[in-house]
């Protein structure tokens, strides 16, 4: 190994250790409802995945070989089940550390007999590390991640130029990374990263941010938003082969 290579080689192992340490959420438990911790006992066997250190197969997971779209941070899972129904042709994946939260998408999703949707309880960047095969995603979708507004916090926000080389790795050649975040500073932020990101083009026709595109559902949350005149920004970056 040359001088070079072992310091590309440090660097990188510099930045995983990064990504584990600087976490971007704050595990807050919660108290489950009777129906969450019912939808976990009853639902985990069909719709749960476990973090494992070997990649997945994906398609063997499915039983077919679709398009996979991968949630980061999925909340209370409406917006994503609401995606999974309206797009059956499509194989969706989603992340969230909130056991309150994954209880609440498997419940959701069993009312609303959504079968193309598999969930991770974990945290998402060990998961992408190890978990997720690289080239293996069609789209890597973060809405409304921790904006971490105040300074000193900037350091965990999750969108940084170490983890969007991750999920280079994972997504296929022109494949997707669409961001969505009502916090101005970050969608800002968010830009710059992936202005700077090398392997990464703008979707956008101003190279700025994108409208929002139908496939992602309009939450309470943006449309009481928007009535109060606050802003949402999108912003959608293909893989470049």
């Not at 973090?51 to 991968?70: C, H, I, M, T």
């Amino acid at each position: 190994m040359t001088d070079g290579t072992e310091q590309q080689g440090e660097q990188a192992e510099n930045n995983n250790t990064y990504m584990r340490k600087i976490r971007s959420f704050v595990l807050r438990e919660g108290r489950l409802t009777k129906g969450q911790q019912h939808a976990l006992d009853t639902y985990w066997q069909d719709y749960g995945l476990t973090y494992q250190a070997n990649p997945l197969a994906l398609d063997s997971v499915f039983g077919r070989s679709n398009e996979k779209v991968l949630e980061i941070g999925f909340g209370m899972g409406k917006s994503l089940v609401e995606m999974a129904k309206a797009a059956p042709e499509k194989d969706f994946i989603g992340i969230e550390v909130h056991r309150p939260g994954v209880g609440a998408c498997l419940s959701d999703a069993v009312n609303q007999q959504v079968k193309n949707l598999k969930v991770f309880e974990h945290d998402a960047v060990e998961i992408l590390e190890h978990t997720i095969a690289d080239n293996s995603l069609d789209t890597v979708q973060l809405f409304f991640p921790d904006p971490w507004h105040k300074k000193r916090h900037h350091k965990r926000r999750i969108v940084q130029a170490e983890f969007v080389q991750l999920l280079r790795r994972k997504l296929k050649p022109g494949g997707v990374f669409h961001m969505a975040t009502d916090w101005e500073n970050y969608a800002e932020h968010m830009l710059e990263v992936m202005q700077g990101a090398s392997g990464f083009a703008n979707m956008s026709a101003d190279n700025s941010y994108v409208a929002r595109p139908e496939h992602r559902p309009l939450t309470k949350f943006e449309q009481r938003g928007q009535r109060l005149g606050h802003g949402v920004w999108d912003l959608m970056f293909k893989k470049e082969s």
